[in-house]
């Protein structure tokens, strides 16, 4: 137990540390309040709560609130699809991405990244459509919680190959999550092109 407070003690001089340094903390002035009252009453833990050590759990009477231990919270992830996914004509369809190529905070699971810190966030997410039929619509899309944020459609020329991909800035409250959707029209199931560089999802927290 002492060295749990001992913990928080220096979680709360790392804030107040950073605060000084004009580096934002995504904090309102009640959950500052609340984990600085934690230090005399009502606190229940204050410890490293992933393997990277990068960021602290503070539960207080029973809400959570997760702090960077030192320096501006670092939150990125970015998976691709490794196994080959067909896509049905007419149904917007969730993007499988089995295999990550990095996750420093162990945000990315079941295709989905979900946020530990409130933020701005860069999103970027492409895939690449192995065949279409002429002059039909294949769009890319960002969800967040379920709702489109944003797309990208492209309209096949031909019945080759086709590329769709998007890029944006969302804005993340802990425990929001993001997915990526895919969408076309071409009246039958399309495949969709299973490595790193085609078919992705990136997430970078940018402040």
């Known amino acids: 137990m002492p060295e749990q407070k001992e913990n928080l003690i220096n979680l709360i001089k790392r804030v107040e540390a950073l605060e000084k340094k004009s580096i934002q903390m995504n904090l309102s002035p009640t959950e500052k309040e609340n984990i600085k009252n934690a230090l005399f ?4 833990d204050a410890v490293p709560d992933d393997a990277t050590k990068t960021y602290f759990k503070v539960i207080w009477k029973n809400q959570s ?17 490794s196994s080959q996914q ?20 162990s945000e990315f699971a079941n295709s989905r990244f979900t946020a530990k810190i409130a933020g701005y ?10 065949a279409s039929a002429d002059t ?26 086709i590329s769709s991909n998007i890029s944006d800035i969302v804005y993340l409250d802990v425990d929001d999550y993001v997915e990526m959707y895919g969408y076309q029209d071409s009246g039958g199931s399309v495949n969709l ?3 790193s560089q085609s078919t992705f999802m990136s997430v970078h927290r940018l402040s």
């Open 193 to 195: 092109n299973n490595n």
């Open 136 to 161: 039909k619509v294949c769009q890319t899309q960002i969800r967040v919680k379920g709702d489109v944020a944003a797309a990208d459609a492209k309209r096949s020329p031909g019945t080759g190959y």
């Open 121 to 130: 966030y860069q999103v970027n997410a492409s895939i690449l459509w192995l």
């Open 86 to 105: 067909s896509i049905d004509s007419g149904d917007a369809t969730k993007i499988n991405l089995q295999t990550e190529n990095y996750d420093v905070n």
């Open 65 to 81: 609130f997760y702090i960077p231990t030192g320096g501006e919270f670092d939150s990125k992830a970015r998976a691709y699809q």
């Open 41 to 44: 009453e009502g606190w229940q």
